[in-house]
């Protein structure tokens, strides 16, 4: 069964609105948490780290005033997209790391900015 | 740093021919390498992985890749395609197998029946 899991799966917010996907380790404590955003027929792209306990750690060109993420326990971390547009809608999936080298992604959440 | 190129964005092969799809790759430090599988408007599931050890690794569903250092490559087989296994697949690389990954840009694998 799924170790981690994204809630939720598909969202649709008007534009100036802000949306909130939450990602959480099932049966782990994950002190490190991914975020990767995947555009259409695209590849994925990380975003930004997620630290538990700290300030998240972004990929260059992301905008960490505009994708909030909060890792305020070891089994969760949410991202906020924050005066969503329209080119905001992605598919944004999470991933966390157990112990054995194992990376667990989770579902996958589509955000679609109208 | 890490990188890693797919060759080929599109992959066509015929119901129970083989399936091969290519990956190369660039680390500076030895690579922990992956292979996900993307199924329409799903998620990422984890075929394979290369951490250490036997260069020949087994995934799920018939898939296997072979990890050659010398060629940098993790090219991903299957000895006969299933309709089923349409999908995108994406090739990573992690520099110690529990960070973040760097995914190459994919191949959406088609089946002919």
């Known amino acids: 069964g799924a170790v981690v899991s994204q809630h939720p799966s598909r969202v649709i917010c008007k534009s100036g609105t802000s949306v909130k996907i939450e990602c959480r380790s099932l049966d782990f404590q994950a002190t490190t948490m991914f975020w990767y955003r995947q555009f259409p027929k695209q590849s994925l792209m990380l975003m930004a780290t997620s630290n538990e306990g700290s300030k998240a750690t972004y990929e260059q060109g992301v905008e960490k005033d505009k994708f909030l993420i909060n890792h305020a326990s070891l089994t969760l971390s949410t991202l906020t997209v924050t005066s969503a547009h329209p080119e905001d809608s992605s598919f944004y999936i999470c991933?966390?790391?157990?112990?054995?080298?194992?990376?667990?992604f989770g579902e996958g959440s589509w955000l679609t900015v109208v | 740093a890490q990188s890693v190129t797919q060759l080929g964005s599109h992959v066509s092969v015929s119901e129970g021919a083989l399936v091969l799809l290519r990956c190369n790759y660039s680390s500076s430090v030895p690579p922990y390498l992956f292979w996900y599988v993307q199924y329409p408007n799903q998620g990422l599931q984890l075929l394979l992985k290369?951490?250490?050890?036997?260069?020949l690794v087994k995934g799920i569903n018939g898939f296997e890749a072979e990890f050659k250092k010398s060629e940098t490559s993790f090219h991903l087989t299957k000895p006969s395609a299933h309709m089923s296994d349409a999908a995108e697949y994406f090739c990573?690389?992690?520099?110690?197998?529990?960070?973040?990954?760097?995914f190459g840009t994919g191949t959406r694998l088609t089946i002919i029946p």
């Open positions: 990573a690389v992690s520099p110690f197998g529990n960070e973040k990954l760097t």
């Open positions: 991933s966390a790391s157990k112990t054995g080298n194992t990376i667990y």
């Open positions: 290369y951490t250490t050890g036997a260069t």
